[in-house]
């Protein structure tokens, strides 16, 4: 529904409606409330009028009877001064006028039909003409006349006055009706308002903040008619959608992980197959450089020019062994042996690995990991791996020296191991490549790119987590989780 191109609320269109049907129904009521007042004025008029007749009758048969014809025309003029009452006139049987007789239209009413039949009948009647564009209204009472027989006593009054009555009261009604109207609109309006619009626009917030994604937004439930059902059944429909957009999240995150180590192992795969190519195809001419090299080094005096490349050529050959050798040992990694495992005790046996590289560069590693720690589940020979890759890749950024923190925590049943430098961060296009075999932001020649993707692969082995985030200049972040050791029940 639309007025004026503006959506009308529910509310709205509710308060206009139930007034609308208060309106018609009062309308009614004022309509015969005001019939009958103004048929109940007209029947007070004649009642004060008969009561006027019944004293007038007294009062002229005791001046019929001692004769007094001016008292009664007195008596007659002063009752005119009553309001509305405009003449009264006392006829004889045959319709002769004995007082009053010269007042107009007089003669009118002997004519009547209603005069005779008060006259035979010797009851009261009653009857209306319009005079001069007015309504009046004529009353006939029998009277017994001392001396002259039967008459019958006129009193002609205006509708004026009623119809003046009856105006002032009909204002009084309406503007009556009117306030009692406005009183139950606004009555109308506020509970709609209070018990309608209000829980409505609540509902219509809250699908608003759902359709927006705020699935943790409930509805408040204060009532118990349909609009509080319906406000639990919108906060069950939440929950509902947030487990799916959680269940959603964690299979979608479950299929990336799963992926991406479909991808990590499709990777080792083709560096096996890489590296034991390499082995068989570059080993057997390696060796034989090699021999060649160290068999003509002792023939040779110090001082001859080529010693020096001979010993270049060895060192360099050493240096394609040991590349073969690490891209094997990555190629064919065995799945860890798991056993209660120290986290302190580990990370105590990698520092000294390092000292000598550490202090050459002036690189403090602090380490916050408490003794106290539950024993994880875990191979330490491969967590030394992890701790030395990841100190290492530290080292690499701070050329110009920093700092290294190492702390772990316990969260119910996971430890959680941050590593972080200040060194010069990792940019954001290459984060999420950084666990990738090959990957590397080193210069030729100073790294292989496979430090990083050997402890991703030993976390994922040990069925734990590992996240990185970083900042240019600022530093890098590693947060990983494995799970605690808990004993086998015998």
């Known amino acids: 529904m639309k007025l004026e ?25 004022l309509y015969r409330q005001l019939s009958a007042e103004r048929v109940a004025l007209i029947e007070q008029r004649e009642r004060e009028i008969r009561v006027m007749a019944r004293t007038l009758e007294v009062a002229v048969r005791n001046a019929v009877r001692r004769d007094q014809w001016e008292d009664v025309q007195d008596l007659f003029e002063e009752a005119k001064g009553y309001a509305g009452v405009a003449r009264v006139t006392l006829f004889q049987a045959d319709g002769t006028p004995l007082v009053g007789g010269d007042q107009e239209g007089v003669e009118m009413t002997p004519a009547r039909q209603e005069f005779r039949e008060a006259v035979a009948r010797k009851q009261s009647k009653s009857f209306s003409h319009r005079l001069d564009g007015e309504e009046v209204l004529h009353y006939l009472r029998p009277i017994r006349l001392i001396n002259r027989g039967p008459g019958l006593l006129e009193i002609v009054y205006r509708t004026s006055q009623i ?36 829980p409505i626009q609540v509902l219509i917030e809250g699908a608003a903040a759902i359709g927006a994604g705020e699935l943790d937004r409930r509805i408040p439930i204060t009532r118990r008619d349909e609009l509080g059902r319906l406000a639990t059944e919108f906060n069950r429909m939440t929950e509902s959608l947030k487990q799916a957009r959680e269940q959603i999240l964690a299979e979608t995150t479950k299929k990336v992980d799963l992926e991406r180590q479909l991808q990590h192992s499709e990777k080792l795969a083709a560096v096996g197959r890489l590296a034991a190519g390499l082995a068989h195809e570059i080993g057997t001419p390696l060796n034989v450089i090699s021999g060649r090299a160290e068999y003509l080094l002792p023939w040779l005096s110090e001082s001859h020019p080529s010693v020096q490349s001979l010993r270049i050529i060895v060192q360099q050959i050493q240096r394609i062994r040991r590349i073969i050798e690490q891209l094997l040992g990555y190629a064919r990694a065995t799945p860890p042996h798991i056993a209660p495992t120290s986290l302190s005790e580990v990370f105590s046996n990698v520092l000294p690995l390092l000292d000598h590289e550490l202090a050459q560069r002036g690189i403090r ?9 539950p024993k994880l589940a875990a191979d330490p020979y491969l967590l030394e791996q992890v701790f030395v890759n990841l100190l290492l ?20 049943d996971l430890i959680e191991v941050r ?15 950084i666990f990738d075999p090959f ?13 990083l993707s050997v402890v991703y692969g030993i976390v994922k082995d040990h069925g734990g987590t590992i996240e990185v985030t970083s900042e240019p200049g600022a530093g890098t972040a590693f947060l990983i989780t494995f799970p605690v050791h808990r004993p086998q029940p015998v």
Do not use: C
Not at 173 to 196: C, D
């Open 5 to 29: 191109g503006v959506s009308v609320r529910i509310g709205t269109r509710l308060v206009v409606s139930l007034t609308v049907a208060v309106a018609i129904v009062t309308g009614l009521y």
């Open 163 to 198: 119809e003046g009555a009856y105006l002032r009261r009909r204002d009084e009604i309406i503007l009556a009706g009117i306030a009692i109207m406005g009183a139950i609109a606004m009555a109308f309006w506020y509970l709609t308002k209070r018990s309608i619009s209000k």
């Open 365 to 373: 590693v602090e380490s916050l990991i408490p003794h106290t720690l």
């Open 393 to 412: 890749n530290a080292l690499d950024a701070m050329p110009d020296g920093g700092s290294v923190l190492v702390a772990a925590q316990a969260r119910d």
């Open 419 to 433: 590593v972080e430098d200040t060194g010069s961060g990792i940019a954001p296009e290459s984060l999420p490549r």
């Open 439 to 451: 990957f590397t932001t080193k210069k030729v020649g100073e790294g292989t790119g496979l430090g």
